[in-house]
């Protein structure tokens, strides 16, 4: 049974910063792409960084600079840390193995001053 769970989201202040966890199992985490995604309150869910299982990256264009994704194979995790937060990048982040059907429950990230 594959199972993705995130934490780490929370409730930060415009600039702060967070560092999203999502931990695998039941699959072979190292060879899969990983991304994190995000859905804001009304709107559709977004792609925000992905990481191919070579370690290349790529990201949104709205937080290139901002957000870093990183894996550990041998802890089956992959990791969003995200900087100089926006009011913008409030969502839920969820984390995702491949381009199919493994998606985690979410994690929810409230920016707000």
């Known amino acids: 049974q594959v199972q993705l769970v995130e934490s780490g989201g929370g409730l930060v202040q415009p600039g702060g910063s967070l560092r999203l966890s999502c931990a695998a199992s039941?699959?072979?985490?190292?060879?899969?792409?990983m991304g994190w995604y995000r859905q804001a309150p009304g709107k559709q869910r977004e792609l925000v960084a992905v990481i191919t299982s070579g370690g290349n990256t790529n990201y949104r264009d709205s937080v290139k600079g901002r957000f870093t994704i990183s894996r550990d194979n041998a802890k089956n995790a992959v990791f969003l840390q995200m900087n100089n937060l926006k009011l913008e990048d409030t969502a839920v982040y969820y984390c995702?193995?491949?381009?199919?059907?493994?998606w985690g429950q979410g994690t929810r990230v409230i920016v707000s001053s």
């Open positions: 039941g699959i072979i985490f190292s060879i899969y792409t």
């Open positions: 995702r193995a491949g381009t199919g059907d493994y």
